[in-house]
Nanobody, 127 residues
Framework: QVQLVESGGGSVQAGGSLRLSCAAS????????MGWFRQAPGKEREGVAT????????YYADSVKGRFTISQDTAKNTLYLQMNSLRPEDTAMYYC????????????????????WGQGTQVTVSS
C-alpha cells in the first residue's frame, strides 16, 4: 500500500526556518518525480518544488527560489523541504506528492500530474 506521511510543520515567525519531511512507503521504486505542494485557505493547490528522483534534478516555483530546498534520501525513502526566510504568504497546508512516468514541460508544478498524496502538514508564518 502506497503511503506518504508528512511531518515537520509548525508555527514560526517571519524570517524563520522549518524542515518538512515526507516518509514514503509502498511501490516507491516506480516513482519518477516527487514534489511539495501547498494550499492556503481559499486558494488553489500550487506546486512549490519538485525533484526528479533519478538524477535529483530539482525545480522550484519562482515564489520560493533561493529560499526553499527540496532533497531526497533514497536510503530512507524520505523527501525533505528545507524552508528558510519564511514569509507570512508561505502560510499553507503543505503536501507531499509522487508520480510515475515522465513529466512534460510546465507540468512539474501541476497537482493533476501527481497521483499519490500525503495528508499534509500545516505551516503558519506570523509577521
Amino acid at each position: 500500500q502506497v503511503q506518504l506521511v508528512e511531518s515537520g510543520g509548525g508555527s514560526v515567525q517571519a524570517g524563520g526556518s522549518l524542515r518538512l519531511s515526507c516518509a514514503a512507503s509502498g511501490v516507491t521504486y516506480s516513482w519518477n518525480y516527487m514534489g511539495w505542494f501547498r494550499q492556503a485557505p481559499g486558494k488553489e493547490r500550487e506546486g512549490v518544488a519538485t525533484i526528479y528522483t533519478g538524477s535529483a534534478s530539482t525545480y522550484y516555483a519562482d515564489s520560493v527560489k533561493g529560499r526553499f530546498t527540496i532533497s531526497q534520501d533514497t536510503a530512507k525513502n524520505t523527501l525533505y523541504l528545507q524552508m528558510n526566510s519564511l514569509r507570512p504568504e508561505d502560510t499553507a497546508m503543505y503536501y507531499c506528492a509522487a508520480r510515475s512516468g515522465p513529466l512534460y514541460g510546465g507540468s512539474e508544478f501541476n497537482p493533476v500530474a501527481f497521483r499519490y498524496w500525503g495528508q499534509g502538514t500545516q505551516v503558519t508564518v506570523s509577521s
